[in-house]
């Protein structure tokens, strides 16, 4: 099946420091969608991104989509305790393949 | 409100049972899908639907069965055949196509 890796698998930062997850596809992608996933918790999604170049904000979140829509990145400004989580990536149509995840940790 | 629910919350059971997992949803979707989570992993896709009396399998599916004899319900069975059935599952459902995802809250299956 399709092959969607996401890095860093890990990532602690200070609070207020910036954080970015990067993922990257195996083969061309129609979309991209982002999931957060608190502890315990069941993913959310976040956003979609369909079109090459494209870059959207939701606040302190800026999501990219390659020009070759076969990779996306995640960054957040000023990290607060509350981005605590494990970010997802998608990608597909009728079937979504999902990111290994990268795993957030925010040191107050 | 809508939504989708799974039960049970927690589950155990012993080697060589079967079990099946609830989930239903009230957004009038047409696709649904389970997926299965080992810590520290994403995501795998075992079976998925798209519409009523039929569905597909995922890249994990062996072990596995489902049914979608009504659109709002598509449980998922884990049989004795799964090797390492102990895992956090995940249901989700879409309107179709690239649609976002909406999860349940899980079911986690511990097996003695």
């Known amino acids: 099946g399709q092959q969607v890796m996401q890095i860093p698998q890990y990532q602690h930062v200070q609070e207020g420091e910036d954080f970015t997850t990067y993922c990257n596809s195996s083969?061309?992608?129609?979309?991209i969608q982002w999931y957060k996933q608190r502890p315990g918790g069941h993913p959310v999604f976040l956003i979609q991104?369909?079109?090459?170049?494209e870059v959207k904000k939701q606040k302190r979140l800026t999501f990219q989509f390659g020009e070759a829509k076969k990779n996306s990145s995640l960054h957040i400004t000023a990290t607060q305790t509350t981005d605590v989580g494990t970010y997802f990536c998608a990608g597909g149509r009728n079937q979504f393949y999902f990111g290994t995840g990268t795993s957030l940790t925010v040191i107050p | 409100d809508g939504g989708i629910t799974q039960s049970p919350k927690y589950l155990f059971r012993k080697e060589g049972q079967n079990v099946t997992l609830s989930c239903e949803q009230n957004?009038?979707?047409?696709?649904m899908y389970w997926y299965r989570q080992d810590p520290g992993q994403g995501l795998r896709l075992i079976y998925y639907?798209?519409?009523?009396?039929?569905?597909q399998k995922g890249d994990i599916a062996e072990g596995y069965s489902v049914s979608r004899e009504k659109k709002e319900s598509f449980p998922l069975t884990v049989t004795s055949a799964q090797k390492n059935p102990t895992a956090f599952y995940l249901c989700?459902?879409?309107?179709?196509?690239?649609?976002?995802?909406?999860f349940g809250e899980g079911s986690r299956l511990t097996v003695l």
């Open positions: 989700a459902s879409t309107r179709g196509g690239a649609g976002e995802l909406f």
């Open positions: 639907s798209q519409i009523v009396n039929d569905f």
């Open positions: 083969t061309t992608l129609s979309n």
């Open positions: 991104l369909v079109k090459s170049g």
């Open positions: 957004l009038n979707h047409d696709a």
